[in-house]
């Protein structure tokens, strides 16, 4: 089992949309969760961070977490073809400062 | 702004090379890290750094050595290059605070083909 598992996509979106990212991790103890995005040929930047249970909201983007089911998940509102990139979810673990990478998900959003 | 930079954006080296990739943040971070990233493979961790003259490897270390003799800089190296080390070479830095929100900054990244 992969430490941290995301659908590869493409998930296709029509601009303005709600686009939903979904991610799964297999260290019940994981303490901070990540959402990066990464642009075609570009490195990854980070786009918000969540650590508590719940939803965590910053203007179009909402992190939400349940840490009981072991999953994190990432709203865009109001898609915007400029939204249109691979998401990384990426996880740290107890007791390490390694962030581990999920394989990302491609989002495309048509006009 | 934070700023991590990297040697080169392009590198073409033949099999059986020495390959050295440079990694250079500004922002005084302890950590350092180095990462490869293949399609389908997404990103893994290489090496690691906390302290100058610190390091630890990450999940797939063979095959490089790290150099770490300042701060700032971060050296990976490919002491003998093979057609399998074919990737894209990200290097991240962040800083080690109270917070759990130790957001790690990427370099552009080096596309390094190995003929």
């Known amino acids: 089992q992969k430490e941290v598992e995301q659908n590869s996509g493409p998930l296709s979106v029509p601009e303005g949309a709600i686009a939903s990212l979904n991610c799964t991790y297999s260290?019940?103890?994981?303490?901070?969760f990540f959402w990066y995005r990464q642009y075609s040929g570009k490195s990854p930047e980070l786009i918000m961070f969540?650590?508590?249970?719940g939803d965590k909201e910053d203007g179009r983007f909402t992190a939400q977490l349940n840490k009981a089911s072991q999953y994190v998940s990432l709203l865009i509102r109001d898609s915007q073809p400029s939204d249109s990139a691979t998401y990384l979810c990426a996880v740290i673990p107890v007791n390490t400062d390694k962030l581990i990478f999920g394989t990302g998900t491609r989002l495309q959003v048509f006009p | 702004d934070v700023k991590v930079t990297q040697s080169s954006r392009y590198l073409v080296k033949r099999t059986g090379e020495k390959v050295f990739l440079e990694c250079v943040q500004d922002m005084d971070h302890e950590n350092m890290f180095w990462y490869r990233q293949d399609p389908g493979l997404g990103l893994r961790l290489i090496y690691f750094s906390y302290d100058v003259k610190m390091k630890e490897k990450g999940d797939i270390p063979e095959g490089y050595s790290v150099s770490r003799e300042k701060k700032e800089r971060f050296s990976l190296i490919l002491e003998s290059a093979s057609t399998n080390q074919t990737s894209m070479y990200l290097c991240?830095?962040?800083?080690?605070?109270?917070?759990?929100?130790?957001?790690?900054?990427f370099g552009p990244g080096t596309r390094l083909t190995v003929l």
């Open positions: 260290d019940r103890g994981s303490q901070s």
């Open positions: 969540i650590y508590s249970n």
């Open positions: 991240a830095s962040s800083f080690v605070g109270a917070s759990l929100s130790d957001e790690q900054f």
